[in-house]
């Protein structure tokens, strides 16, 4: 019936509000994010749905759902650019054993030709009685390069003013422990959005999600995170702190100090983990440099680190040298990233 159980009445279903005018396209991923376990329990192998069943579902919503103004919340899944997505040759995917088809590189036999997603957003948005289809389930950047055509599609007509992206860090050292691509990719992918916004004449932002805390990441690394943020204009607001979870490769690399991603013995390469409060705090607030409760924290940090260079009131500088929020400026309420126009810190697009 796409309502709520009777049961709850007239009371207020946030999960129910997300999903209500969404459309689920497909289930897996063969990603193999080390901190993730949507491989483990919905397979590698992506299971996508016919264009002509989804289809129907957007009718049914149109029809059905209670609400409905002609907008799709979003046409996605676990990832929202796997639909169709998979090996080239069957008898080399049943015997395949990687762990992830995109890391550290994109499989040569992997299909990454997206245009058939493209014929399917185009054929969403014109079904009657839709206006527009937005696509917010996170996408797989790295993908979305292989097809410009795609990328053009979805900056142009699905993007509600912000698209969520997870490059997760900066830093090789973490990113190697994730098994996520290097930052390039982000860039590449940045430069395709920023061009296509243009072309369409839009002002629209990338969200980029980052994790504090992961099994491999140094003190140094999240430094290094948070002067990009500054650079690059970035406040993060909500941001994920690693958290050990049933069936993620990341989970074993919490509890053993020890890299499964290679050979495991008595010469298996040890991992940095952090599990102290202290720390854990810390690599939080290098995320969230911009917040006012953060800077004393990160202060004491900087000096025992020896780069009290970064500690200043200048635009250069990644906190202040004392404890102040400049007049007119929000400390804390801001979007998940909120990109700043302070001197020395651009606006970005992205």
Same mark, same amino acid.
């Given at each position: ?11 207020? *279903? ?24 949507? %491989? ?5 192998? *992506? ?38 997505? #998979?090996? @080239?040759?069957?008898? %080399? ?49 790295? &993908? ?16 509600? #003013? ?10 090789? #050292? ?8 290097? *930052?390039? %990719?982000?860039?590449?992918? @940045?430069? &395709?959005?920023?061009?296509?916004? @243009? ?30 943020? @500054?650079?690059? #204009? ?67 940090? &900087? ?48």
């Amino acid at each position: 019936q796409r309502v709520p159980h009777p049961l709850y009445g007239e009371a207020r *279903i946030p999960a129910y509000e997300m999903i209500q005018h969404s459309i689920n396209i497909m289930r897996g991923c063969f990603g193999g994010c080390t901190f993730c376990s949507i %491989t483990e329990h919905e397979g590698r192998i *992506i299971q996508s749905r016919s264009e002509a069943s989804i289809i129907r579902e957007i009718e049914a919503v149109r029809d059905k759902s209670p609400g409905f103004t002609g907008v799709i919340s979003d046409l996605g899944g676990p990832t929202a650019n796997m639909w169709r997505l #998979g090996c @080239k040759d069957r008898e %080399t995917e049943s015997k395949c054993r990687r762990l992830s088809c995109v890391y550290p590189g994109i499989c040569s036999n992997l299909n990454t030709d997206q245009m058939p997603l493209v014929s399917l957003y185009r054929k969403a948005s014109e079904t009657n009685g839709v206006k527009k289809v937005l696509i917010a389930s996170g996408l797989r950047y790295d &993908l979305a390069v292989q097809t410009p055509e795609y990328v053009k599609e979805l900056v142009t007509e699905h993007v509600g #003013g912000y698209l969520k992206i997870a490059p997760e860090h900066t830093e090789t #050292g973490p990113l190697s422990k994730m098994m996520k691509p290097g *930052i390039g %990719t982000y860039d590449r992918f @940045k430069k &395709l959005f920023d061009q296509y916004s @243009k072309a369409a004449g839009k002002e629209q932002y990338l969200i980029p999600y980052f994790i504090a805390g992961h099994p491999g990441t140094t003190d140094k690394d999240m430094l290094n995170l948070a002067c990009w943020l @500054k650079a690059n #204009g970035f406040r993060a607001d909500q941001v994920q702190n690693f958290y050990p979870s049933p069936m993620a490769t990341a989970t074993a690399m919490y509890y053993s100090a020890r890299n499964p991603l290679k050979r495991v013995g008595r010469s298996a390469e040890l991992v940095s983990v952090i599990r102290k409060g202290g720390q854990r705090r810390l690599h939080k607030a290098f995320l969230r440099y911009h917040d006012p409760q953060n800077w004393p924290l990160l202060r004491e940090a &900087l000096t025992k680190m020896g780069r009290k260079d970064l500690i200043g009131n200048g635009d250069v500088h990644l906190v202040p040298r004392t404890q102040f929020v400049r007049p007119g400026r929000r400390s804390g309420k801001f979007f998940r990233t909120q990109h700043t126009g302070l001197p020395g810190n651009p606006r970005q697009k992205g």
